[in-house]
């Protein structure tokens, strides 16, 4: 694609790396056809292919209004498109250079700054995020009831942590989220990874997607160097890597070297966290041998899985743990469009609630189709927002894996 950049952007960083992805796109529209939105709006705005005209005029100069804000804020961030494009655009990298354009020159509305600095504020950081939760339970019945659906029904426990007694050893985040909503994810990852001679061990932290994605890209940048300062010292010890139990999170943070490489502080730092990042699926996979003895004789379950967007389309692992369950003993039942986003994207279920639940509406009715007993997952966003309305119980791959083994 022919672009003539401004002046204001043209030889900036941002505008650089625009100009490289903009100049990729030949505009075919083959992406349109797997984007969540373009599918249920029937927009060409509401498609990659038409969202990245619009950023191409903004960096050319164009005025930018509330409509492009719209369709950027429609968006989920899926990276489907990617996954799609022959030509190999890097849409996600350009989609955060937009927002952040249209973030600095159209002024939202107050109660939408509102609503994301609430969200930005509180959720972040699981202490606040527990209040605000907490909050949200003891006034359940006042709330209104698309709030109230959202409540989880409970909250599982985390049980024992294995000691750290093995000389293999990787390094878990703990995140904003998961630590309130699941908290029995890392501990079930910690167990299970102990019976097959690796230590978990956890350090505190957002991995910065969440203010990042909510027009507080510098605040995202912040979480995701200060995730490297408490990780540092433990690449200095030589771990063996990065597992992360949240593929939103590990999506993040395979991405900090791209984030941060004009950081010349932090660029060498981050690419080296980014190499050294697996999500759990890859490091499991790799001991599936051993996992297979452990499981000889137990009953493995008929389950739908549900590949989130951030661990098939943005880390590339499609398949991976559908092969890993299956070669585990587990039956896997046929699931439609399973490259569609569930509709939680983060915290689009927030934002964006009526095409979030029209998504989620969509996902279960294809996740049930075939009647499992459970959904398993691989992302604490998709499994709480999809569990608001299943008709099984929806959890972490991970943790019925550390239940089948217990059992
Ligand atoms: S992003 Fe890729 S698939 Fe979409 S229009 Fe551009 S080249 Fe075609
Ligand atoms: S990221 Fe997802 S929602 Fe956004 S344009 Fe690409 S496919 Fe569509």
């Known amino acids: 694609?022919?672009?003539?950049?401004?002046?204001?952007?043209?030889?900036?960083?941002?505008?650089?790396?625009?100009?490289?992805?903009?100049?990729?796109?030949?505009?075919?529209?083959?992406?349109?056809?797997?984007?969540?939105?373009?599918?249920?709006?029937?927009?060409e705005l509401d498609g990659p292919r038409g969202r990245i005209y619009l950023m191409k005029q903004m960096l050319e100069g164009a005025p930018v209004t509330a409509t492009t804000r719209l369709h950027l804020d429609r968006c989920l961030t899926c990276h489907s498109c990617e996954t799609t494009c022959p030509s190999g655009v890097r849409y996600g990298h350009l989609v955060d250079i937009g927002r952040k354009l249209v973030a600095e020159r159209v002024a939202r509305p107050t109660s939408e700054k509102l609503k994301r600095w609430m969200m930005a504020t509180f959720f972040h950081d699981p202490r606040s995020f527990r209040l605000a939760l907490g909050a949200g339970r003891a006034v359940r019945p006042l709330l209104p009831a698309t709030l109230r659906?959202?409540?989880?029904?409970?909250?599982?426990?985390?049980?024992?942590?294995?000691?750290?007694?093995?000389?293999r050893?990787?390094?878990a985040l703990a995140g904003c989220a998961q630590p309130v909503l699941t908290p029995d994810t890392n501990a079930a990852a910690a167990r299970v990874l102990d019976r097959l001679g690796?230590?978990?061990?956890?350090?505190?932290?957002?991995?910065?997607a969440l203010r990042f994605h909510l027009d507080y890209q510098a605040r995202g940048l912040d979480d995701m160097r200060r995730a490297i300062d408490a990780w540092w010292p433990y690449v200095e010890q030589g771990v063996e890597g990065?597992?992360?139990?949240?593929?939103?999170?590990?999506?993040?943070?395979r991405e900090y070297g791209h984030h941060l490489k004009d950081d010349p502080a932090y660029a060498a730092k981050a690419a080296r966290v980014s190499t050294m990042t697996r999500d759990l699926?890859?490091?499991?996979?790799?001991?599936?041998?051993?996992?297979?003895?452990?499981?000889?004789?137990?009953?493995?379950?008929?389950?739908?899985?549900?590949?989130?967007?951030?661990?098939?389309?943005?880390?590339?692992?499609r398949g991976l743990a559908e092969d890993l369950l299956r070669g585990l003993g587990y039956e896997l039942t046929t699931v439609a469009d399973a490259h569609l986003c569930c509709g939680s994207a983060g915290t689009y279920a927030l934002t964006q609630p009526e095409l979030s639940e029209r998504l989620k509406h969509n996902k279960i009715a294809a996740l049930q189709a075939e009647d499992p007993e459970l959904i398993l997952t691989a992302n604490v966003g998709c499994e709480t927002h999809l569990a608001t309305i299943a008709g099984v119980p929806v959890k972490h791959w991970i943790v019925d894996l550390d239940e089948r083994l217990r059992s």
């Open 281 to 317: 699926t890859e490091v499991v996979a790799a001991e599936s041998t051993s996992l297979v003895s452990l499981l000889a004789g137990k009953r493995m379950p008929r389950v739908a899985f549900h590949p989130p967007c951030t661990l098939q389309h943005w880390q590339k692992l």
């Open 169 to 171: 050893r990787f390094v």
């Open 149 to 167: 659906a959202k409540l989880p029904a409970s909250i599982p426990s985390a049980g024992a942590w294995p000691s750290a007694r093995h000389t």
């Open 242 to 253: 990065f597992a992360m139990t949240a593929s939103g999170c590990g999506a993040t943070v």
């Open 198 to 208: 690796v230590s978990l061990i956890e350090t505190q932290g957002c991995c910065g």
């Open 1 to 43: 694609m022919q672009t003539n950049l401004s002046d204001l952007i043209r030889d900036t960083p941002d505008g650089r790396n625009a100009e490289a992805i903009l100049r990729a796109c030949v505009h075919c529209g083959f992406c349109n056809a797997t984007c969540p939105t373009y599918q249920i709006q029937g927009d």
